[in-house]
Nanobody, 112 residues
Framework: QVQLVESGGGLVQPGGSLRLSCAAS????????MSWYRQAPGKERELVAT????????NYADSAKGRFTISRDNAKNTVYLQMNSLKPEDTAVYYC?????WGKGTLVTVSS
């Protein structure tokens, strides 16, 4: 079955960086668009970034443009989210999504 395992979250100061990873298994990773979502406390889950199967096309939420970069390594069945210039409002659980399957998420806390 589809498995998505996120990692790389943690506590970071405002202005800092983190790189999230999502290791995928149970499906042909290289054939599917992958996405990162996030859910902040008390808020609905929202789309952060999407990357097509070949990595040729990406799309970002306005809040992520210019600061976050989604990428993938199809040889490693892994999708990444590089997050720079982090702000307290980026604090959330970040989830990886493939098709209709979700990972369990990784917590990112931006605080001084």
């Amino acid at each position: 079955q589809v498995q998505l395992v996120e990692s790389g979250g943690g506590l970071v100061q405002p202005g800092g960086s983190l790189r999230l990873s999502c290791a995928a298994s149970g499906f042909t990773f290289s054939s599917y668009t992958m996405s990162w979502y996030r859910q902040a406390p008390g808020k609905e889950r929202e789309l952060v970034a999407t990357i097509t199967s070949t990595g040729n096309y990406t799309n970002y939420a306005d809040s992520a443009k210019g600061r976050f970069t989604i990428s993938r390594d199809n040889a490693k069945n892994t999708v990444y989210l590089q997050m720079n210039s982090l702000k307290p409002e980026d604090t959330a659980v970040y989830y990886c999504k493939a098709m209709v399957s979700w990972g369990k998420g990784t917590l990112v806390t931006v605080s001084s």
